[in-house]
């Protein structure tokens, strides 16, 4: 099939006019990526001799008018495509919204029962008293009949004005189901003003023909979020590692039985390249405002909009809590501050990302991520009164700027923007990473492209040379990689896409689809680890090796050790590192100490100096069936102040990095064993100060 792309300027407007020609078109294929999707329509229309206006109705509002692609056009020119909301007409309601506006019908119905039933009751209370006055100035009552009308006045006013108040409290709770279910309705985006997206093209044509059309667009308010299992069943075994997507739209439009890509792109991400100029020195007074730059942050993280609850530790670069710092969800007033030990727990609510700051730290802006969030602050060097700054920088030369559209594949293919637009020079075809012939690409099928991607001007020149001066068509296809559930992994330039070969359905209610992506058995090597001056728990750790090969995303893992769940961790695979460690959890099977041994804790005084004399016992004991390798760490201060000394260091038999100050053991330890290890050091400082030992 032979695709032809065009670029337009796209013209809208609010409110579409009754279309001439409606057309119906339907969705075949979504990729899905970590933020929106783009969508796949196909539609047959009959194409008259001339020029003829069509409208694609009932698609999403949310859809990216400058994302639209039309193909399939089999020589027809498009002369026109207009994108706009249209407010006559409503999108076709999820079976979930139908179910919710049913349930309040139902309870309205109720409502103007239990109304009708208080008028009734007031009625015929107003009756009673109208007619309580049972004689008149010439006729006096008899007594015995008074009492027998006070005590039916009595017992029947009271009656009514119960049955009015419990007819008043039905109503109340009718009222609070009603809200809830507008809560729910309002976490779904619905309202009585439900809008559709319209798409209007206007064609032209020499002959009357037959088009299978393609549309492509992207929409908001889509995208998925890797969510992994760790299974460690025994440390003699592999980790088993199952790699999940959580899919969710709500974009107004389900997307039944689709062919579904995840990936792994991020087209919403801001590609401009930074501009980088001289940076000239000067005083500036110390009562001013001035704050020194600090450079746009890397977040691997993307907000994930399922996460309701939050907990965390903020610490500082060392690893020490930082208690009394601020926790605030950005945009919003709802924040906490850390306790002594640096946690902190926050509901997650209306907002997309985290703010974090400490007095003389510098603040962290962190996207809301995981149900657990762990901050380590950096001193800020601006609130010094006199430094001295030693900058060291690395270059990452990146040709490509920014991130380039996929498009589907055509045998005869010219880039706009290359050359002049007359030009007839072909671009290079690069086949799987190999530079090919035109000829070479029009032999593949169709079937087996998988992705294509262009490159153009410079981004072209700078990774191919002067043959890619007329642009670069880059054409991914399946060659064989695939998961273990038989779904294809492409790569592109900056992506990797999951085609997943079972058809999906993605309902429009803004809840959690689960895709199975992948399972792996990995090799690994399982090392306890504990440092008892922050955390006296031995955690089980996991290291594997190759992980970049996985194509994994940073998300959070449920871990499961030994057939129970185990709690949560976070996975980074953009780590700089070799292997990939990851915590398994607490094992109370091994148990560790940490104790000032009294015998050597003094203070003594010389001079203008106190002199502080600290020693301590770790011990490690393993009550497993097995034995279990350790990794212990601890801390022997370093001093910054030149009146401030750490001597008489005893080590302990560890591996001693003295310019951080880090004691390191690593020991095996069998079955019903203990071990025991000793550190101490003295600090002097003047005695009139006070230090944080």
Known sequence: MKYLFF?????????????????????KAVTVFVDGAQVTRHSKINLPQGTTEFSFTKLSPHIQENSIQISGLNGASILSINYAINH????DKTDAVT????????????????????????????????????????????????????????????????????????????????????????????DDKIQTGEIKVKLSSNTTKQLNLIIKYNVSKSGWFPVYDLKAKDINKPLELNYKAHVYQNTGVSWDNIKLTLSTNDPNTNNLKPNIDTK???????????????????YDFKHNPFVKHI??????????????????????????????????????????????????????????????????????????????????????????????????????????GVGSIKSKGEPLYVIDGTPSSAGDFKKIDPDMIVHVDVLKNSDATNIYGSRASNGVIIITTKKGSYT?????????????????????????????????????????????????????NVFLTAKIGDWQKLNLLPGEANIYFEDSYSGVTAINPYANTDSLTVSLGIDPNVIVTRKSVNDFKKTNFIGNNRIVEKSYKIEIKNNKTSPVDVVIVDRIPVSQNKDIKVDDIDSGNSDYNSKKGILKWKTKINSGNSNTYKFGYTVKYPKFRKINL
């Open 7 to 27: 670029l337009f300027v796209f013209s809208s407007s609010f409110i579409f006019a009754n279309p001439t020609n409606p057309t119906k078109s339907s969705v």
């Open 280 to 298: 000239y020195l000067n005083f500036v007074s110390r009562y001013s405002n001035y704050k020194s730059e600090n450079a746009t942050k890397r």
């Open 311 to 416: 907990t965390g530790v903020i610490t500082d670069a060392s690893g020490l809590p930082l208690p009394g710092a601020n926790i605030l969800i950005k945009g919003t007033t709802i924040g906490t501050t850390s306790d002594f030990d640096g946690n902190f727990s926050l509901d997650a609510k209306g907002g997309e990302a985290l703010e974090v700051s400490y007095l003389g730290y510098s603040s962290e802006t962190i996207p809301i991520h995981s149900s657990v969030i762990n901050v380590s602050l950096q001193e800020d060097v601006s609130q010094l009164d006199e430094v001295v700054v030693v900058g060291y920088g690395t270059s990452n030369y990146n040709t490509i700027s920014g991130s380039v559209a996929g498009i589907s594949s055509s045998s005869n293919i010219k880039i706009r």
């Open 88 to 91: 006559i007409n409503k999108l």
């Open 484 to 536: 273990s559930n038989g779904d294809i992994i492409s790569e592109g330039i900056t992506n990797t896409n999951f085609e997943i070969q079972k058809l999906a359905t993605i309902a429009s209610d803004g809840d959690i689809t689960v895709i199975a992506i992948d399972n792996f058995e990995l090799p690994a090597s399982f090392t306890y680890f504990t440092a008892p001056v922050i955390n006296e």
């Open 99 to 190: 179910k919710f506006q049913n349930e309040m019908d139902a309870i309205n119905d109720s409502i103007r029962k239990e109304q009708d039933l208080m008028e009734g009751y007031e009625q015929e209370i107003k009756i009673i008293e109208e007619n309580r006055r049972l004689g008149n100035d010439n006729q006096v009552v008899d007594l015995e009949k008074l009492k027998k009308f006070a005590a039916y006045y009595r017992k029947r006013i009271t009656e009514l004005k119960g049955l009015m108040h419990q007819s008043l409290k039905k109503n109340n709770d009718y009222k609070k189901q009603i809200q809830d279910i507008k809560n729910q309705l309002a976490e779904l985006n619905v």
